[in-house]
């Protein structure tokens, strides 16, 4: 599936970060760095990162 991150709504708070370290870290800066192309099996680590996100900044794509 691919993760997208809407940057305008991001402000880096990090939930995603805590739900799904392996996908969603914060780089320099603070600025969201995450892979765009996850295993179909971590489905539910990224519907947790979604709903953990308060900016609702991040969506799934299949």
Partial sequence: MKVHV??????SHGE????????FT?????????SEEVPDDRRAAMEAAVDACPMMA???EN
Avoid: K
Avoid at 6 to 11: A, E, I, K, R, V
Avoid at 26 to 34: F, H, K, M, N, S
């Fill in 6 to 11: 809407d940057m305008n709504l991001c402000q």
């Fill in 16 to 23: 995603c970060v805590i739900v799904a370290p392996d996908v």
């Fill in 26 to 34: 914060l780089g320099e800066d603070d600025i969201l760095v995450w």
């Fill in 58 to 60: 991040i969506r799934l």
